[in-house]
């Protein structure tokens, strides 16, 4: 793949009991592409993997949410699971990272139980996505529109539903990151909001 998004940092957000594969696919499709990564958390050391039910792989953490300034990355990435993205969305720093992102219009990635991080952010409303099923009524109570797709766009804000979409989520995260930040996101975004 060429290397379409050199220069260009690319936050993971993400912390203990996320989907392995959803952080280790997408990651090295990002730095295929030439993103510098860097993995976000809620504490320092190293959080752990999931195969589903089952542990798996440890992973480094570069930078604690303390340290880490979203002015300084284009671009964000969630992976999911079901324990990595609640943990997120009851935090408060963590929720305000990922509001970060929307408010400047820089694009955003999302999959599996992710959004449940995006609605604690505020920032569903309006906004047609998907997920895994069983949040699709969080995300209709938010004020999102579901779909059941293997990836959606609405305006910089890339979505999917479970590890076998992540080669069209891949391919459709690349394309908004590499697109960059838009003052109409911006506006939708504030749009978002106000409400």
């Not at 280790?24 to 959080?47: C, F, M, N």
């Not at 480094?60 to 990435?77: I, N, Q, S, W, Y």
């Amino acid at each position: 793949m060429a290397r379409k998004l050199e220069g260009k940092k690319v936050a993971i957000l993400v912390t203990d009991g996320f989907e392995q594969v959803e952080m280790t696919k997408p990651r090295q499709a990002l730095d295929e592409a030439g993103a510098e990564t860097k993995i976000v958390s809620l504490k320092s050391g190293q959080i752990q993997g999931m195969h589903h039910a089952d542990k798996g792989d440890k992973f480094d953490v570069d930078l604690t949410l303390h340290d880490a300034r979203p002015d300084d990355f284009d671009a964000l990435m969630i992976p999911g699971g079901l324990m990595n993205p609640d943990a997120l969305r009851s935090n408060d720093d963590a929720v305000e990272f990922t509001r970060h992102f929307f408010e400047e219009g820089k694009p955003v990635a999302a999959i599996c139980h992710a959004p449940w991080v995006l609605i604690d952010a505020g920032v569903v409303r309006g906004r047609t996505l998907t997920s895994w099923p069983a949040i699709k009524t969080d995300v209709k109570n938010a004020g999102g529109k579901w779909v059941n797709e293997e990836v959606v766009v609405d305006n910089g804000l890339v979505t999917s539903r479970k590890p076998d979409d992540i080669p069209a989520f891949n391919r459709k995260m690349i394309e908004e990151f590499c697109e960059g930040k838009h003052d109409a996101r911006k506006e939708v975004a504030a749009a978002t909001l106000e409400t």
